[in-house]
């Protein structure tokens, strides 16, 4: 079935660092991908997403492309700060069998950043 | 600005007692989900809905846990009895139905209420 595989945190930085959480997907076709942030005492928030190969998602510094060849959607930003600090996950919105869309979500375990001052 | 409401933010039960947990989608969205995070076993889907009929329900421990949405602007999480193994961030999340758009569709995001603390003693 379909599914979503993230690196496993905790990942440690120092401020201005570069970012890198890896997240790669088995699914059929086409799927939706996203990456979802959750702040600590929050709910989950969409950071970014993209539909279709090749496409680039970005928001607040972070980017994201679809890499269909790669089945991949790592998730990178150039210089991360303390208040990134938070838990990532990739998650992939899988086709259905008449190629329809769903919203229903398949998510990874989840990366926890630690951004140090 | 529109949000998904959830109530209680925090629940302390005891072992045996019911505990219902209440979600408030976006208006105009027509599908609502139920999760439930743990450090242990991550966020697990427990129940999805669409046009207030369950779609998927497979999550969900039947025994004890039951989900309705009496309405569109109220979906509810039952526990009857709750046990100390429930303990855990229950979060309610609304989203519009992308339909028969394909896969391509910009309308298949999930929008996630703040959550519910449940802690069964």
């Known amino acids: 079935g379909d599914s979503v595989t993230q690196m496993e945190g905790p990942v440690t930085l120092s401020e201005e660092a570069f970012l890198t959480i890896n997240c790669t997907y088995t699914?059929?076709?086409?799927?939706?991908l996203f990456w979802y942030v959750q702040y600590p005492g929050e709910g989950l928030q969409l950071l970014l997403k993209?539909?279709?190969?090749?496409d680039k998602g970005s928001n607040k510094g972070f980017e994201a492309t679809y890499r269909k060849e790669t089945t991949s959607f790592h998730l990178e930003k150039g210089s991360v700060q303390v208040s990134d600090s938070a838990v990532y996950f990739c998650?992939?919105?899988?086709?259905?069998?008449?190629?329809?869309?769903?919203?229903?979500?398949?998510f990874g375990t989840g990366t926890l950043l630690a951004v140090q001052p | 600005d529109a949000r998904v409401t959830q109530t209680p933010r925090h629940k302390v039960t005891e072992m045996g007692q019911e505990v219902t947990m209440r979600c408030q989608p976006i208006?105009?969205?027509?599908?609502v989900f139920w999760y439930r995070q743990t450090m242990m076993q991550g966020l697990e889907l427990l129940a999805y809905?669409?046009?207030?009929?369950?779609?998927?329900d497979s999550g969900m421990p039947k025994d004890r846990f039951s989900a309705e949405m009496p309405d569109a602007t109220l979906a509810t999480l039952k526990i009857q009895p709750s046990e100390p193994r429930d303990s855990a961030v229950y979060f309610c999340?609304?989203?519009?139905?992308?339909?028969?758009?394909?896969?391509?569709?910009?309308?298949?995001?999930?929008?996630f209420g703040p959550g519910t603390r449940l802690t069964v003693l």
């Open positions: 999340a609304s989203g519009p139905y992308p339909g028969l758009a394909g896969g391509r569709s910009s309308y298949n995001e999930q929008f």
């Open positions: 699914a059929t076709g086409y799927p939706s």
């Open positions: 993209a539909t279709k190969a090749d």
């Open positions: 998650a992939l919105s899988p086709l259905l069998n008449y190629g329809g869309a769903t919203n229903k979500l398949i």
């Open positions: 208006l105009g969205h027509n599908t």
């Open positions: 809905f669409r046009n207030r009929a369950p779609l998927d």
